[in-house]
C-alpha cells in the first residue's frame, strides 16, 4: 500500500490501483475496500500505542497520545460517513423500479 507523508503522519494512500489492473486503470472495489479499512485499522493500532505507552511512562507526550486517538478517530468517522453513503445508495437502487 502506498503511502503519503506530511511531517511525522503518514497517511494511507484510499485511491490506490491494484498490481493486476493495469488493463483497466482501475482498482477493483474490494481491494479499494480492503486498504481503505487497513489504513483505518493501523491508526486505530497506532492510537492504542501511544496511549498504553504513555500510561506505561515509556516516552510517548500526551499530546501525542490525543493526536494518535483524534488521528484514528477521524479516519474511522470518514469510514463510517462512506459506509452510509454506500448503503443509502444501494437502498435507492434497490427502492427503484424499472
Excluded: C, W
Amino acid at each position: 500500500m502506498q503511502t503519503a507523508g506530511i511531517g511525522s503522519y503518514v497517511a494511507p494512500a484510499l485511491v490506490v490501483p491494484a498490481a493486476g489492473s493495469a488493463a483497466t486503470g482501475a482498482a477493483p472495489f474490494g481491494d479499494l475496500l480492503k486498504n481503505a479499512i487497513g489504513g483505518v485499522d493501523g491508526l486505530e493500532e497506532q492510537a492504542s500505542a501511544a496511549v498504553e505507552g504513555m500510561m506505561q511512562g515509556t516516552g510517548v507526550d500526551v499530546h501525542d497520545a490525543l493526536i494518535a486517538t483524534q488521528k484514528a478517530d477521524m479516519s474511522f468517522e470518514l469510514a463510517l460517513a462512506v459506509r452510509n453513503k454506500a448503503v443509502a445508495a444501494y437502498q435507492q437502487v434497490m427502492g427503484m423500479q424499472f
